[in-house]
């Protein structure tokens, strides 16, 4: 088998340092997308779609088989309802009170697009918030890290203070299911550390 060439189609250095840890060689290159979710359309139809259209959009770009596009989109469900990256103050502090005591879902796409076509997982996570006061609220978005996240918060930061329990992938959460990403990577010939035969010719 011939060396691919993996393209991560994300900017975010969270799915980079998750697919570091795998050992990957890869470049990274965004995809600029409308990630505006369709009317009536489920939370993990929502998410899968928004990976493929990542993967699509990159692959226009580095086409397959030359090229292996890796992408993933990752969401906060509460209540059947996807809670996206907060664009203002007013909507992290909406979304951490809704969260604030609960259980809520959060749900990874990741999509692989290679010569053999699209291939996707959709990973579930169930992750319970502490109770949170307005003052911890506004304490956390002080900090500026809620801006760029799902759901107004990163458990790889200061909001894994706010977890009281997880059941599922951990790496999920932060953006990148390593379990499923490392078996995808494998299916496609992509070397990783615990897959080092995989590059070889």
């Not at 992750?127 to 900090?143: D, I």
Request: glycine residues 8%; negative net charge; aromatic residues 6%.
């Amino acid at each position: 088998m011939s060396r691919t060439r993996l393209i991560l189609a994300s900017a975010s250095p969270r799915r980079a340092a998750l697919l570091d840890q795998l050992g990957a060689r890869y470049t990274r290159e965004p995809a600029h997308i409308d990630e505006a979710q369709h009317m009536d359309e489920s939370p993990p139809d929502y998410v899968q779609r928004i990976a493929q259209d990542k993967a699509r959009a990159v692959g226009l770009r580095f086409p397959p088989p030359v090229y292996v596009v890796l992408a993933a989109d990752t969401t906060v469900v509460l209540d059947g309802s996807v809670l996206g990256k907060p664009q203002d103050e007013e909507q992290a502090m909406a979304t951490l009170s809704r969260l604030s005591g609960r259980k809520h879902t959060v749900l990874t796409a990741v999509c692989l697009l290679s010569g053999e076509g699209m291939q996707c997982e959709v990973v579930e996570t169930e992750v319970e918030f502490a109770t949170l006061s307005e003052a911890v609220c506004r304490a956390y978005l002080a900090t500026g890290e809620p801006w760029d996240k799902a759901g107004a918060y990163g458990i790889q930061g200061l909001g894994g203070a706010f977890v009281r329990s997880i059941r599922g992938s951990y790496s999920n959460v932060v953006g990148l299911p390593l379990s499923e990403t490392w078996q995808l990577l494998g299916a496609h010939g992509v070397a990783t550390t615990l897959t080092p035969a995989a590059s070889t010719g």
